[in-house]
C-alpha cells in the first residue's frame, strides 16, 4: 500500500510561484509512474501533469503547459510540481497519484491511477 502526502500548497497572488511536494511511502517509488491532478470547486477533478517512472518523459494540460514543471526524485521518493505564473482559475485543491505502468509511460486519465493523497489548497488571488 503506498501513502502519497502532499504539502507546499498555499495563498498568492496571480503571477507567482509555489512549489508542491509529495511524499510517498510504503512502496518502491520508481515502480510508479506518477500525476497530479487538481479539483477546483464544483468542477470534476481534472489532469494536470504526469511524469513516467524514470522521470524522463512529461505531459501536461494544455492550460499549464510553458508555465508548471513536474520532476520527481527516486532517490527521495518525491514528486514535484513547480507552478510559475500563476492565474485565479489555478485555484484548486490539487493532489498527487500513482499508478503501475510501464517503465516509459505517462498517464493522464483518473482511471489509470492506483494510489492518491488527500491533497494541498491552492489559492490564486487576483
Known amino acids: 500500500q503506498v501513502q502519497l502526502v502532499e504539502s507546499g500548497g498555499g495563498l498568492v497572488q496571480a503571477g507567482g510561484s509555489l512549489r508542491l511536494s509529495c511524499a510517498t511511502s510504503g512502496g518502491t517509488f520508481s515502480s510508479y509512474a506518477m500525476g497530479w491532478f487538481r479539483q477546483a470547486p464544483g468542477k470534476e477533478r481534472e489532469f494536470v501533469a504526469a511524469?513516467?517512472?524514470?522521470?524522463?518523459?512529461?505531459y501536461y494540460a494544455n492550460s499549464v503547459k510553458g508555465r508548471f514543471t513536474i520532476s520527481r526524485d527516486n532517490a527521495k521518493n518525491a514528486l514535484y510540481l513547480q507552478m510559475n505564473s500563476l492565474k485565479p482559475e489555478d485555484t484548486a485543491v490539487y493532489h498527487c497519484?500513482?499508478?503501475?505502468?510501464?517503465?516509459?509511460?505517462?498517464?493522464?486519465?483518473?482511471?489509470?491511477?492506483?494510489?492518491w493523497g488527500q491533497g494541498t489548497q491552492v489559492t490564486v488571488s487576483s
Open positions: 497519484a500513482a499508478g503501475r505502468g510501464a517503465w516509459g509511460s505517462v498517464m493522464r486519465t483518473i482511471n489509470e491511477y492506483d494510489y
Open positions: 511524469i513516467s517512472r524514470s522521470g524522463a518523459s512529461k
